[in-house]
């Protein structure tokens, strides 16, 4: 979208229904859960608009809730394509770790365990039914949020927070949502300044109470420019070393998927 969406408010409602952008098959390709199997749902709307922003998630439609569960369970459950073989080959190759399961994975009768719920920003709209009910299936459900909202989940949910900045500053997390927060995936770019490093967004905070480090994941931000973007793969390696954080790359990417 780069900068270019309508700012959206979260919805109060029942979440009986939620504007959905995409629903697709794929393999997630980035933070704690890569090269895991899974199905995304790319949920419509952003309250922010971030100028790098190369996601489409402006063109959703209404669907009711049981409409989507019934997308979600057919894409677990399909079969294998020869590009998905593609794929967990390179990954294997790259030394990707993938849960155990995997390795039979010809036998299972669900093929994608886990549901990565994105945007736009998912907790916008009321997901806390659509949550309960993949949890109940037995699904592991990861959300990817910029950590400006809150709804309140189950614990069994992964909440995977990748802070934005407004104005020149990072927007601070939400400090309910920092509490269940389980990584932080920043985005990092030599070029662009503004996120040429990363900052306390309340995880000292929560280190300092509480004793527990939440993960930090560093990505460079693909600037659609090979010198830019080899630019930044350079300052999240030196920057990971200093700070003992972890290399995030859009393996997706990488091997041509969305
Ligand atoms: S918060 Fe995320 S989805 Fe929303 S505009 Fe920024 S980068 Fe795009």
């Not at 109060?12 to 939620?18: F, K, V």
């Not at 890569?34 to 439609?61: Q, W």
């Not at 997308?71 to 030394?95: P, R, W, Y």
């Not at 985005?187 to 995880?203: E, K, M, R, T, W």
């Amino acid at each position: 979208m780069f900068g270019k969406n309508k700012i959206l408010k979260p919805e109060i409602h029942e979440g009986a229904s939620l504007k959905v952008q995409e629903i697709f098959a794929t393999f997630q390709g980035e933070g704690p859960f890569v090269g895991y199997p899974s199905v995304f749902v790319r949920l419509g709307g952003c309250n922010l608009a971030c100028d790098f922003c190369d996601t489409e998630f402006d063109s959703f439609k209404e669907i009711s809730l049981e409409k989507i569960l019934k997308k979600v369970e057919e894409l677990s459950a399909q079969n294998l394509s020869k590009k998905d073989f593609f794929v967990l080959q390179e990954l294997k190759k790259m030394n990707i770790i993938l849960p155990p399961e995997i390795e039979n994975w010809l036998s299972l009768e669900r093929k994608r365990n886990l549901v990565v719920i994105t945007g736009g920003e998912p907790l916008r709209q009321p997901i806390e039914r659509f949550c309960e009910e993949l949890i109940r299936r037995g699904f592991l459900v990861q959300i990817e949020t910029n950590g400006t909202l809150f709804r309140n989940l189950l614990k069994e949910v992964k909440i995977i927070c990748s802070p934005k900045i407004s104005d020149k500053k990072y927007h601070k997390i939400r400090p309910d949502l920092l509490a269940r927060i389980d990584a932080l995936k920043f985005i990092i770019s030599a070029s662009n300044l503004d996120y040429s490093g990363f900052a306390d967004v309340g995880q000292n905070e929560i280190e300092e109470k509480t004793g527990r480090k939440i993960p930090i994941y560093l990505q460079p931000m693909d600037e659609y420019s090979e010198s830019k973007n080899l630019d930044n793969i350079e300052l999240v390696r030196s920057l990971a070393e200093k700070n003992n954080a972890i290399i995030s790359l859009q393996i997706h990417k990488y091997l041509g998927i969305s």
